[in-house]
């Protein structure tokens, strides 16, 4: 119990370390192209590993501080990112997904096949890669993406992406006609729980890395947004999947539950990820304050977007004098009043102009000749 504790307080010392490097680290916008900061990171990491004793090393790098590193603050970051109006962040935190995340829920079944006498050094090569993927400075995870996703993932997914959209278009199909899944759930029933596990983890990231790969490609960032939400929460279902399956994961349906889940939280017809981000997450977060602008900012694009100015500056008006008064029972009646007479009063000024166009086309100016 004392190992265990002393190891929890060692795990939680990184991760604010790692915190604090990633406040105190000066925000460039190199995405990672000067060679200097890679080779000093490096050469500190090697250092540690070559001088940490094994003895003080097992406490300070294990499993768990290779999943905060890679997934618990990264999810807090995306939550923030997905939270403030600022749209860069979203596509940052979206390319680490892709690259960090993946990685670390595909290679997480090794733990169990890595020998005991060698997995400190393991866990503090994938936590130090972690740490360089989305630490200021490094930004490994823009290079990988600048020389490696771009060029080379994005025009191979690009076609993959629309067979597997048309893929779960008819699984969708098949899924409504319940007789057809009794078959394949009997069969993924019998398969040893770390086949179960590595097909559980391949239908919440193969899918969804594809699609992000393709929304961090484009300008748009409604897409990156949207699969960013869902690794916020995928990331928190794996993290309880992997702490449940050491006590759960023998138990028939466990891993079913999970796939359902995930599938919930995936698909755009349910929206799952965002019910889950915005009534969970975000209250446990603190963020939800900070959630409300961004949806007020996104409100007043979306008015300027699908409105003329004067309209749209109508109801820019009329929302703010709502949002203005402190009394709840505010008479929203009136304030509509208020709006449909703006409204009127515009399209009087609109046939005024449009009259005084016309009386001036027809009638003749003062300077004009008469002979």
Same mark, same amino acid.
């Given at each position: 119990?004392?190992?265990?504790?002393?190891?929890?307080?060692?795990?939680?010392?990184?991760?604010?370390?790692? /915190?604090? /490097?990633?406040?105190?680290?000066?925000?460039?916008?190199?995405?990672?192209?000067?060679?200097?900061?890679?080779?000093?990171?490096?050469?500190?990491?090697?250092?540690?590993?070559?001088?940490?004793?094994?003895?003080?090393?097992?406490?300070?790098?294990?499993?768990?501080?290779?999943?905060?590193?890679?997934?618990?603050?990264?999810?807090?970051?995306?939550?923030?990112?997905?939270?403030?109006?600022?749209? *860069? *962040?979203?596509?940052?935190?979206?390319?680490? &997904?892709?690259?960090?995340?993946?990685?670390?829920?595909?290679?997480?079944?090794? *733990?169990?096949l890595i020998k005991p006498d060698n997995v400190v050094y393991w866990y503090e090569i994938m936590t130090f890669f972690f740490a360089w993927l989305f630490l200021p400075k490094l930004n490994g995870c823009a290079l990988i993406y600048d020389h490696i996703t771009v060029p080379y993932l994005a025009p191979t997914v690009k076609p993959l992406a629309a067979k597997m959209n048309n893929w779960i278009a008819a699984i969708y199909q098949t899924a409504v006609n319940a007789a057809h899944l009794w078959v394949v759930w009997i069969v993924f029933m019998f398969l040893p729980a770390t086949l179960k596990r590595i097909i559980t983890v391949a239908i919440g990231t193969v899918y969804p890395s594809v699609s992000s790969i393709l929304?961090?490609?484009?300008?748009?960032? /409604?897409?990156?947004?949207?699969?960013?939400?869902?690794?916020?929460?995928?990331?928190?279902?794996?993290?309880?999947?992997?702490?449940?399956?050491?006590?759960?994961? &023998?138990?028939?349906?466990?891993?079913?539950?999970?796939?359902?889940?995930t599938i919930y939280l995936m698909l755009p017809m349910f929206q799952g990820a965002d019910k889950v981000f915005r009534t969970i997450l975000v209250p446990l977060a603190g963020l939800k304050e900070m959630l409300m602008l961004r949806d007020a900012i996104q409100i007043k694009k979306?008015?300027?977007? *699908?409105?003329?100015?004067?309209?749209?500056?109508?109801?820019?008006? /009329?929302?703010?004098k709502f949002y203005s008064d402190d009394d709840p029972t505010a008479n929203?009646?009136?304030?509509?009043?208020?709006?449909?007479?703006?409204?009127?009063?515009?399209?009087?000024?609109?046939?005024?102009?449009?009259?005084?166009?016309?009386?001036?086309?027809?009638?003749?100016?003062?300077?004009?000749?008469?002979?």
């Amino acid at each position: 119990m004392g190992e265990l504790m002393i190891s929890m307080l060692a795990s939680l010392g990184m991760l604010a370390g790692v /915190a604090l /490097a990633y406040q105190v680290l000066e925000r460039t916008s190199e995405r990672g192209r000067k060679i200097r900061p890679h080779l000093i990171f490096w050469a500190l990491s090697a250092l540690v590993l070559f001088l940490l004793p094994k003895s003080f090393g097992k406490y300070i790098f294990d499993s768990l501080t290779m999943t905060l590193v890679a997934t618990a603050f990264p999810i807090y970051e995306s939550l923030k990112a997905i939270c403030t109006p600022e749209d *860069d *962040d979203d596509k940052k935190w979206l390319q680490y &997904w892709i690259a960090g995340g993946i990685i670390f829920m595909g290679t997480s079944w090794l *733990d169990g096949l890595i020998k005991p006498d060698n997995v400190v050094y393991w866990y503090e090569i994938m936590t130090f890669f972690f740490a360089w993927l989305f630490l200021p400075k490094l930004n490994g995870c823009a290079l990988i993406y600048d020389h490696i996703t771009v060029p080379y993932l994005a025009p191979t997914v690009k076609p993959l992406a629309a067979k597997m959209n048309n893929w779960i278009a008819a699984i969708y199909q098949t899924a409504v006609n319940a007789a057809h899944l009794w078959v394949v759930w009997i069969v993924f029933m019998f398969l040893p729980a770390t086949l179960k596990r590595i097909i559980t983890v391949a239908i919440g990231t193969v899918y969804p890395s594809v699609s992000s790969i393709l929304a961090a490609a484009t300008e748009e960032i /409604a897409d990156d947004t949207y699969w960013l939400t869902y690794w916020c929460c995928y990331g928190c279902l794996f993290l309880i999947m992997d702490f449940l399956e050491k006590w759960m994961g &023998w138990v028939p349906g466990f891993y079913t539950f999970v796939i359902f889940t995930t599938i919930y939280l995936m698909l755009p017809m349910f929206q799952g990820a965002d019910k889950v981000f915005r009534t969970i997450l975000v209250p446990l977060a603190g963020l939800k304050e900070m959630l409300m602008l961004r949806d007020a900012i996104q409100i007043k694009k979306d008015m300027l977007k *699908d409105l003329d100015p004067e309209r749209a500056k109508i109801v820019r008006k /009329a929302i703010a004098k709502f949002y203005s008064d402190d009394d709840p029972t505010a008479n929203a009646d009136e304030l509509k009043n208020e709006l449909m007479s703006e409204y009127k009063s515009m399209r009087f000024s609109f046939r005024e102009r449009l009259s005084r166009g016309k009386n001036n086309e027809t009638e003749p100016k003062e300077i004009t000749s008469l002979v």
